[in-house]
């Protein structure tokens, strides 16, 4: 039992970064109906960012400033270049935009980086939390996991500029007869979903060995805790990501690592049949 407890509670607090990762995503869905199918190339490139910057002698946590800087940047950029054009066509090219988007961020990456696994290799202490002994690399990410969530529930639902961003998710047209600039909140709502795609890397660099392919399996994480959370549901998603950690924390003394994601997936296709607006709602 003790160890089953253990491991239960490193699956929360891992939880808490796949719900931020999960955040990303849904939250661009929920704003301009497009699957970002490049979110996990993404989540890899924040990974690559925190690691060069601490090999350049910033501390990784000092870094997810200017890694969140740098995906929201990224993700306008993105936005403009690959999304803008073809926001108002059939969803399918979307898919295809996004998806060559992954491609050539994962082409560039193995290029430039290979697929040889690299670390952030910085100094971690074990902390004693409820009688269980958990790294302090897992419960900084954690928190940090929430208080990005937090602020941007308050940026969201406190903010002239978040009141527009959930204006434009709930109906374009009316938004933009009220004055509102529609296509700059979509490039910034893309922008803000890059940004926590990439922290969500960087937290994750902090924690495990990866490559520029790592992204690909926290994609499909992200998928399932946003089904689990609702589609377009920023506060289901996370969640639906901490749902996931302790579904992978309860199993995991009990079976290969291996057989984790069949069990998730499973889950993933029961949400899909009997909660298709997830177990929190959709759209929110």
Not at 87 to 92: A, Y
Not at 186 to 208: N, P, Q
Not at 275 to 282: A, N, Q, S, V
């Amino acid at each position: 039992m003790p160890e089953i407890l253990a491991s239960v509670l490193d699956g929360l607090l891992i939880g808490l970064v796949y719900g931020l990762a999960a955040i990303g995503l849904t939250l661009i869905f929920g704003v301009m109906d497009v699957v970002n199918l490049a979110h996990g190339a993404v989540i890899a490139l924040g990974m690559f960012a925190v690691y060069f910057l601490f090999e350049s002698g910033i501390h990784p946590y000092l870094g997810l400033v200017i890694v969140a800087a740098i995906g929201l940047a990224f993700g306008v950029f993105v936005y403009l270049i690959a999304v803008r054009p073809i926001i108002d066509g059939p969803p399918l090219m979307t898919l295809l935009a996004t998806f060559s988007v992954s491609m050539v961020i994962i082409g560039v990456g193995t290029a430039l980086w290979s697929t040889s696994p690299y670390n952030v290799d910085f100094p971690v202490k074990t902390l004693n939390l409820f009688g269980y002994t958990v790294t302090s690399a897992r419960l900084v990410a954690a928190l940090a996991a929430v208080l990005v969530t937090a602020f941007l529930y308050t940026f969201l639902y406190r903010t002239t500029l978040g009141k527009a961003v959930r204006a434009v998710a709930n109906n374009r047209e009316a938004a933009e007869l009220m004055g509102i600039p529609s296509q700059q909140i979509l490039a910034l709502a893309f922008g803000i979903g890059t940004a926590l795609a990439m922290l969500s890397g960087a937290l994750i660099a902090t924690l495990f060995p990866f490559t520029i392919l790592s992204g690909g399996i926290y994609e499909l994480k992200s998928f399932v805790a946003s089904v689990l959370g609702g589609l377009g549901n920023p506060t289901g998603a996370l969640f639906g990501g901490v749902i996931l950690g302790l579904i992978e924390g309860a199993v995991a003394p009990f079976i290969k690592v291996s057989w984790t994601n069949v069990i998730e997936f499973v889950i993933f296709v029961l949400i899909l049949l009997f909660f298709p607006t997830g177990l929190f709602g959709g759209r929110r």
